[in-house]
C-alpha cells in the first residue's frame, strides 16, 4: 500500500510539473505573438526603464575607474572596436524609439498572407551582449508565424569562451529552431551586431512578394560605437539623400539620388526606392533565386567585394534591389577589426573577372596593370556602365615643363597638379554623357566664388563642362577656363586659348 501510495505521488508530482511546464512554454507563446505582433505596445514603452532604453546614449565617466578597470575598459574597445562596457549595461531587450518608422507607414500587413523566413546571422569574434541583443531584437519584434529559424553561423572566431558559451545559452533559448527545422525558401541574412525596429520584417516580405526575384533591403539606421545611441537615418528630400553605390575601382561609396527620381515616386516617404547597390549588411531574398544566381561566392576571402557582386547579380539576372522605407534596422558602425589588404583587392579583380567581360578594363584602369585568371561570366553589364563618355583617364598638362603632371583630386577639397603616378585612382578622371567631370562619384564644381572644388555629384547645371577642340577645358555657366598657375596651381581665369590652359585627356568622340 505504501509503495502504491508513494508511486502516486511520484506520478502527481510529475503531471504537476509537466502542467506547469506547459504552462510556461503556452505563456511565453502568448506573450511572444502578443508583444510580437502588437508592434505599438505602449506598455512596453512604458516599462522601459535603465540604460540605453528607447535608444538613448550610454555615457561613461572613467574618472571613477581603476586603473586596472580602466585598462579592461580600453582592451575591450580596442578589441572589438566599439564600447563593450557601455553595451553589457544594456539590456538585450532594449527598447527603441518611438518614432523609428515614418508617419505615413501606416499599412497593416496580414502576416498570415506573407511567407515564413530563416534568419542567417554570421558572426566573428562579437561580443556576447552585442550578439545577443541582436538575436533578442529579432525574436521580440517579429510575428511568431514569420520566423522559423535562426541561424547562427561561426565565421573563424577565436574566441572559444563565445563558443562555449553561446552551445550552452541556445540549447535553452526558446526561439532557437535551427536544428530540427527546414530552412524556409526565404532568407533573411544580417550582421552580428544590429537590432530591428518594430515592424521590421512585414514591408520587406511584401516586397518581396510582389518582386520575387529582387533584392530587398531596409533603411539602415545607425548605432553609436561609443555611446550605443540609435540614429534614424532620415529620408528627407532638403538633405539629399544619398544610396549606396561603387565606383570604378569597385570600392563601395556613396552618391545622391537624382532629385527627378525621388520626386516621380507617388508617396515619397513610403514607396519602395530602386537602389543600384547595397551595404550588404541586411538583406532578404528568396533563396531558390538567390541559388539560382550562383549564392554568395565562396570563392572569396575574408571581406570585400562580396556587396558589389550581389548586386551586379540583382541588377543585370534578377528584378534589382529595393529600399523599403518603412522598414527599419540599426546597425553598429564600427572600424573593421581586421585589415582585408591585398585580399580585398582580389576579390574585386574576381568580381570585375567573372561578372564585368568587356568591362573589366575600367576596373584595371583603376588600379593600374594586374594580371588575374578566372572564368569569365556570359551576362554582360550594361547597367553600370558609363556609356556615353566624352573623355576618360588622366588629364595632363600639354605644357612641356610640367608634362610629367597630372590633374589630382588627393586632398578631395580641390584640385592640384602632382607627378603622374600612373595607378589612376585620384588622377583618374571622365567627362560623363552629362558633361560632368566625374571623379568616382564626385564631381569638380565651381564656387559662387569661381574657386575649383571637389563636390557631391547632384547633377547641377554649375558641375558642366566642355572639353574643346582646342583641348582647353571651359566650365559653361562660368564661360571660364581651367588655368595652370604655377606649377601644381589650377583655377580658372577668362578662356584665351594660351598653352597653360590646354590640357591632355583620352578623347572618345
Known amino acids: 500500500m505504501k509503495l502504491i501510495w508513494n508511486y502516486c505521488c511520484i506520478v502527481i508530482i510529475v503531471v504537476i510539473i509537466s502542467c506547469f511546464n506547459n504552462y510556461l512554454t503556452l505563456n511565453k507563446i502568448v506573450e511572444y505573438r502578443r508583444f510580437g505582433n502588437s508592434h505599438s505596445d505602449e506598455r512596453l514603452q512604458r516599462m ?3 540604460p540605453g532604453e528607447l535608444g538613448q546614449a550610454v555615457f561613461v565617466d572613467l574618472s571613477l575607474f581603476s586603473n586596472q578597470e580602466r585598462k579592461q575598459y580600453e582592451e ?5 572596436g566599439y564600447n563593450v562596457f557601455v553595451s553589457d549595461l544594456i539590456s538585450f531587450h532594449r527598447s527603441l524609439p518611438r518614432n523609428t518608422v515614418n508617419k505615413g507607414c501606416t499599412k497593416s500587413y496580414d502576416i498570415f498572407e506573407l511567407p515564413p523566413v530563416s534568419v542567417i546571422i554570421p558572426f566573428r569574434d562579437e561580443s556576447w551582449s552585442v550578439l545577443l541583443r541582436t538575436v533578442h531584437s529579432i525574436l521580440d519584434r517579429t510575428p511568431s508565424y514569420l520566423l522559423r529559424e535562426i541561424i547562427l553561423v561561426d565565421d573563424g ?18 526561439m532557437q529552431r535551427g536544428i530540427d527545422q527546414t530552412i524556409e525558401d526565404v532568407i533573411v541574412v544580417m550582421d552580428s551586431h544590429q537590432e530591428v525596429a518594430e515592424v521590421w520584417l512585414e514591408p520587406l516580405l511584401q516586397q518581396l512578394k510582389e518582386t520575387p526575384r529582387a533584392l530587398v533591403v531596409p ?36 552618391m545622391p539620388f537624382k532629385r527627378e527620381y525621388l520626386l516621380s ?3 515619397f516617404e513610403v514607396s519602395p526606392i530602386r537602389l543600384p547597390s547595397v551595404q550588404g549588411n541586411v538583406f532578404v531574398a528568396n533563396k531558390t533565386i538567390f541559388q539560382e544566381l550562383g549564392g554568395m561566392d565562396t570563392g572569396m576571402h575574408v571581406w570585400g567585394g562580396e556587396q558589389i557582386e550581389l548586386a551586379i547579380k540583382y541588377i543585370t539576372c534578377g528584378d534589382g534591389i529595393y529600399m523599403i522605407p518603412c522598414s527599419h534596422i540599426g ?13 580585398k583587392i582580389s576579390n574585386e579583380y574576381r ?22 585568371k578566372a572564368e569569365v561570366a556570359k551576362e554582360l553589364i550594361h547597367f553600370y556602365v558609363p556609356e556615353n563618355l566624352h573623355a576618360r583617364g588622366t588629364i595632363k598638362p600639354v605644357l612641356q615643363n610640367i608634362s610629367t603632371f597630372c590633374l589630382d583630386a588627393s586632398s578631395m577639397s580641390s584640385v592640384s597638379l602632382l607627378q603622374c603616378h600612373y595607378q589612376s585612382g585620384n588622377q583618374y578622371w571622365e567627362l560623363s554623357a552629362n558633361f560632368e567631370i566625374r571623379h568616382s562619384v564626385f564631381c569638380l564644381a565651381v564656387d559662387s566664388a569661381s574657386h575649383l572644388l571637389i563636390d557631391e555629384c547632384d547633377f547641377e547645371h554649375h558641375r ?13 555657366i562660368s564661360k571660364l577656363c581651367l588655368t595652370i598657375i604655377n606649377k601644381t596651381e589650377v583655377n580658372l581665369q577668362l578662356c584665351v586659348g594660351s598653352v597653360n590652359q590646354q590640357w591632355i585627356w583620352k578623347r572618345l568622340r
Not at 76 to 80: D, E, L, T, V
Not at 157 to 174: A, F, M, N
Not at 331 to 343: D, E, I, S
Open 48 to 50: 522601459a526603464v535603465g
Open 76 to 80: 575591450s574597445q580596442n578589441k572589438h
Open 157 to 174: 572566431s577565436k574566441k572559444g569562451e563565445l563558443k562555449t558559451k553561446l552551445d550552452i545559452y541556445l540549447s535553452h533559448l526558446y
Open 219 to 254: 533603411v539602415v539606421d545607425g548605432i553609436d560605437m561609443n555611446t550605443f545611441q540609435y540614429k534614424k537615418t532620415e529620408l528627407d528630400l532638403k538633405k539629399k539623400p544619398i544610396a549606396f553605390s561603387f565606383d570604378w575601382r569597385l570600392m563601395q561609396t556613396i
Open 265 to 267: 515616386r507617388e508617396n
Open 331 to 343: 546597425h553598429l558602425y564600427r572600424p573593421v577589426p581586421w585589415r582585408a589588404g591585398n585580399t
Open 351 to 372: 568580381v570585375a573577372e567573372v561578372w564585368l567581360d568587356d568591362y573589366k578594363q575600367f576596373v584595371f584602369e583603376q588600379y593600374g596593370n594586374y594580371t588575374y
Open 464 to 476: 558642366k563642362w566642355d572639353y574643346r577642340s582646342d583641348n582647353t577645358i571651359r566650365h559653361r
